[in-house]
């Protein structure tokens, strides 16, 4: 890292740890509307505003305009209370009742007594911070891959806040990553990854009726391992609670890796 591109860094991260101090002193539910409210202002200013418009009219194209900007505005308000609760996410150690997974309990303990290890996959929803709550009352050690930020000091502190629901660690995507993952599993550790980004060394999969490119690491390590797939979403109801659900995906195991990775994917 050159001096230049440290001093940009430490500069970003200023700002960065002012917006922390700002959002820490408010409520939970303040600061998600807050800062649910500053997405739907700013956001559509950007570039990525009209290419989410394009994505969804592809996706749903019976959506009227007015519909696709009502779901887009929604979209930027939840981005916003997701970067508000990320920050405070330590607060949901103890404000308990806001997450509540009845349903999905019959299925971790049945995980817990039958497998070593587990992947759970999410997807862009809800607050998917949240995937790996349910987690921790069963005291399953499990970590998560994410893709860094590029300011590495921004990076480490969204790190260290993320070990409150991934006690097992982050893994960092690249070259080693995988030969890293299939150790952890093998070592009885459960994985929390997001399945819903685009891949493009991936497999072209269906994805709301269009093909897409999408990575395959969930279905390769749940086939070459044995260990269970879990497909988990976040809902996200009044406000800052949700409930979190899960379902066992059936992995396709003819012996034709190709074949049984495409079919799981």
């Known amino acids: 890292m050159g001096r230049a591109q440290k001093i940009k860094y ?4 200023a700002g960065f740890l002012a917006a922390v101090w700002i959002i820490r002193l408010m409520p939970l539910e303040t600061a998600s509307s807050v800062c649910g409210w500053f997405f739907r202002k700013l956001a559509p200013l950007g570039k990525r505003h009209q290419r989410a418009l394009r ?9 009227t305009s007015d519909d696709r900007e009502k779901t887009i505005d929604q979209m930027w308000d939840t981005i916003g209370r997701i970067a508000a609760e990320t920050i405070l996410i330590d607060r949901f150690v103890t404000e308990t009742h806001r997450i509540e997974f009845e349903t999905f309990r019959g299925l971790l303990s049945d995980i817990v007594q039958r497998a070593r290890g587990c992947i759970f ?9 949240l ?7 069963y005291d399953l050690n499990l970590a998560t891959l994410y893709q860094p930020v590029k300011n590495p ?3 480490r502190y969204l790190r260290d806040q993320r070990r409150f629901f991934s006690p097992g660690g982050t893994f960092e995507k690249g070259h080693s990553t995988a030969r890293r993952l299939i150790g952890f599993l093998r ?3 459960h994985l ?4 819903d980004q685009r891949e493009r060394k991936g497999i072209i999969a269906p994805f709301f009726g269009l093909e897409a490119p999408t990575h395959t690491i969930p279905s390769v390590l749940a086939i070459k391992l044995g260990v269970p797939l879990v497909c988990v979403r976040v809902i996200r109801h009044r406000n800052v ?3 979190v659900e899960g379902q066992e995906i059936e992995i396709v195991a003819t012996g034709d890796q190709s074949h049984d990775v495409y079919e799981t994917t």
């Open 55 to 63: 994505n969804i009219e592809r996706a749903i194209p019976e959506l």
């Open 187 to 189: 070592a009885g550790g």
């Open 121 to 129: 996959v999410t997807m862009h929803a809800g607050n998917w911070e």
């Open 153 to 155: 000091y921004v990076d």
């Open 241 to 243: 609670n949700f409930s």
């Open 10 to 13: 430490i500069v970003e991260y």
């Open 192 to 195: 929390g990854l997001l399945a």
């Open 131 to 137: 995937s790996t709550y349910p987690g921790q009352e």
